[in-house]
């Protein structure tokens, strides 16, 4: 019964029908109709123009919005805990030609415009030091939390006030919004977010994210860095037909909510062990190695968190009867 | 009539099976069963150990084989023609932190050993030059043209005997080896080759090719370097179930020999014509604007190659029907 | 009466003379003769066989020496208050291609086995994570302060043991060799250190720096680099002059004993403000901003440290009558 | 008897006693009263506004120079003899991040407007292809020829008509001006030029270049680059101390004056054998190998070049005699 990530989950039949829809002949490269149709779907999703390029992963998303804002000599202010600092091996080192992270800690993993306030203060403006140029935020946050529309904003505006550009990584964007119940302009271009890592492999999709840039002069920079990290894929209308169909009929956001119900039966069956607010599609608990052993020895999959717990992450796709047969045993240590 | 590229050419019913028959849960990147299988399928093909990594485009295989060959103070000797230098928007530098490319000449785009030494005899080795690491060949040439195993052979002796690494970008190695009728090894590693594109999106697949190292420190590198990338998808298995369709049951030779069989088809209707030797699946003639007019009046679709000439490339789900009439029309000019 | 750095004091007369005597036609770069005695004037001073090479900077000597030792995927340990990480514009991540710094803390700027550890301890080992390559050490610290002979081994033991390599930043080693009364290869080499950057412009020389490798395969690369960034002057001769002027008799000893000195004599001045152990040539001490501009007024000239603090440094050619006059003044405060 | 090269001869003593001079205390970086005094300096000359830099080498004001203006996915053009190109280990790629060199011919080593469209002609204006951003030529050539200001011009309006910056690698500035008998902005700036690389090493100065910027935006992202690439020398004074000197009194023409008139006399002893126009201090001559071989041992020292020529260079500091012998002998052959 798997409950280690979200990340391998199954695609979506909409998803599934969508690509092989998508098989006749057409233009290479984001040449084809249905790429060509992407700014216009993600601008009506999000009540403003913006520019949208597929890419094969969440990684590839979040480095290519960062190389597109961050001079080489620059950096980017991130949670010690983000997806680009701990899981990407450098990568935002590689398309940024060096520019470094500055990271900055708080809780949940949520940063906070102190947060930002407190990396400048010791900087001086000057050639010897990194000042950075960008932040990026993680919405739902990498222990599973979600910012709020105002909070959004507030780092936002703090972000302008430092002449800062704001980078969300929006892995699971999808369950964040279906958490707030907002639009998804509220949950980040409303609040100054410049580029989103709009994700759909996790909550549906096969091997294709969107890169929405609420400023198109970011996006130009971006396709010759995308060609040239080698991410155009010349049939990729069967990039865009991914992301089409997990607009249509908001499916991105019925998704998510599957995956947060699921999350949520979870957790309130051992509410005193959460070691953060569940808002989105992961657990975190208190676990103790022995109670862990337990709950693997009935058959349940999840990775450790620290010494004393542990992590469960719901998808799409989350089993009615696997979920209710994890609750029961949480339940029951 | 589409004879434009065979970069957009379907999905092949197998592959899209194969892909659909991976849904299933699984170990998430590339440690699912699938892609844990690749080094033994490849294996098997080449008759000798290989280390296989799936990537989403031509461009990720060729700079991540690079990148993990030439050191940043070093060069790639290729063809001006390669796809390397001309398609690729500079990924050579990206991946590789800035080598260069030194660009020799040759006949139907084929690189000789004497081009080779040529490169390498004015140059001083000293900490003011910069040296050659590697050679790239392209195998079908961007000509349409193949070496045969006795120039690999000279070629990577070629390469040894300078020191230099040999990589083979065969975005249509399927076309070759249909060409040649001899074993793939043969055409690639037998004759000295390090690393292989093993092209397959422009072959029958959707979106994955395959990077085959002979030697496989080259790989250790390389999987750090797809990461670092953002080549590294999540759902690998998708990436890999499209590659072990191509193989099972020599999907991709019978693919290739479809679209050569079209090729030469075409070029024998007009022999006269030919800019190339007609090897693989692409078509090069001399053609006037008049005539080209002509042949887009009747529905043809092409390049111009050239103020004088044209290029037609067949895939391997070319159409019977069209390739006679775009053959008939060529001979009723 | 200047207390700011000895980042810009004056060159020793028998730097000039050195200089001046290397004028005559030599061969250019590094092939002079007394470049080409570097190795074996260093190899003498730390006992042990060693390739030495000139550079113009500090940040040059260090990200030179990092660059050869880190792949572009991996990252430096070093303290958050390294001179790498604080005051070199990015610099390492420019040199490795995007390596990262890993920051760990430690009292008075030194780094600890125990923070090695520390630091590596929740990494995974995979494709995922950035896993440190190297520790960089700053001897003396940017607190002024020095690690004795068995704490640089300590730290070279520990790095061995993670396969790390160990670099060490010695802008002032020369003072933290004066204030141990060790060999230098006790404050280095003999512990582990597998490069140094071996500083001289801070005491007495006017623009070399020599970056001493205990392993001679990592100055092979480290030549092409030196060339590659612009560093491989022409009339190199001035360069090495520089240096073998430093060593020639100890000057270098007997200026960072002069340094040392007058710290000291401000150091005992108000022993009760000192933050950090006074054991090189940098005083920092508590002073409120209206001491600070009580000394000022007497014409002191010093750098702020935080609110409440300052640094005085002082040089090889400090005025006995300036630094006794600072010391009568702390004294009266 | 050395005609090698200019690259190592000795300094000049206005340049000595001028470094002595600048020995005071002062500022560090270049935060000092002559490092600030150098666009004034330098703007007085060019009878224009400029933003000035010293740095260390050559290849440090070319790289420099060309990563102000060329983003990491486009090119530069150059001549294929271009020491850019042919004896920097590839610095431009290193200080670019990975932009290429686009090679082109002409006669002497010089680009002409033609070759620029030439080497545009081709090139398709989407993200596959590499679009250069930039023209480097060499004033005066690698084959020691000069451009007019009229053929700067000319390159001049070529390169602003595709929409390129114009770089100029001065490393011998000074002794085309001293041929052409123009200023130094008809032979530069006046003809379009954004940035020069004014060469002072080869003409008198110890290790310092003028990085000359007429527009001084890019002059800003430079002084992060110069710290980055370890370029930011703390005792700047002594850098810019060269700098004036080479300027005060016009010492650069005389220099170049001197050198010039040696390498004519030269010259004039064998225009039969001339390669190349001598109009500068270099001399290409064709020399069999029995003829080179009866040269040196009269104890003259040179670079063959290619197998059946010799190049002889002259400098500032030449001696007549020895310029005399070598002429006589010359025309002894």
Not at 59 to 72: F, K
Not at 187 to 213: H, I, R, T
């Amino acid at each position: 019964m798997p409950f280690l990530s979200d990340n391998a989950a199954a695609v979506h039949p909409a998803v599934w029908a969508a690509m092989q829809g998508a098989d006749g002949a057409d233009r290479p490269y984001d040449n084809d109709a249905l790429s060509q149709s992407l700014d216009e779907a993600f601008g009506a999703l999000f009540g403003r123009e913006c520019a949208v390029l597929w890419v094969a992963s969440g990684t590839a998303a979040n480095c290519l919005a960062l190389a597109g804002m961050v001079q080489p000599h620059r950096a980017v202010i991130c949670h010690r805990a983000a997806h680009i600092q701990v899981d990407e091996c450098g990568a935002p080192g590689f398309f940024t030609h060096g520019a470094g992270l500055m990271l900055v800690d708080g809780d949940h993993a949520l940063i906070t415009p102190e947060a930002i306030a407190n990396a400048i203060a010791p900087l001086r403006r000057d050639v010897h030091q990194v000042w950075p140029q960008a932040v990026s935020i993680t919405q739902a946050t990498e222990a599973g939390c979600v910012y709020t529309p105002a909070q959004v904003a507030a780092i936002g505006a703090s972000a302008r006030a430092h002449d800062l550009r704001l980078h969300m990584d929006g892995a699971r964007f999808a369950n964040a919004v279906a958490f707030l119940g907002c639009t998804p302009a509220a949950a980040s271009c409303d609040g100054g977010v410049d580029a989103l890592s709009f994700g759909c492999v996790k909550n549906g999709a096969m091997n294709a994210e969107a890169l929405v840039f609420f400023d198109s002069h970011l996006a130009d920079i971006t396709r010759y860095n995308r060609k040239r990290s080698g991410h155009l894929q010349s049939k990729g209308r069967f990039m865009a037909a991914q992301l089409l169909a997990m607009l249509r009929g908001d499916l991105w956001l019925a998704n998510a909510r599957a995956a947060n119900a699921a999350a949520g039966e979870i957790a309130a069956a051992a509410p005193g062990r959460l070691l953060h607010p569940v808002q989105a599609n992961e657990v975190f608990m208190t676990l103790t190695a022995t109670e862990r052993d337990a709950l693997r020895a009935q058959g349940f999959a999840f990775y450790d968190w620290g010494a004393d717990g542990a992590r469960f992450v719901t998808a799409w796709d989350a089993d009615a009867g696997e979920v209710t047969a994890l609750a029961r045993a949480l339940a029951g240590l």
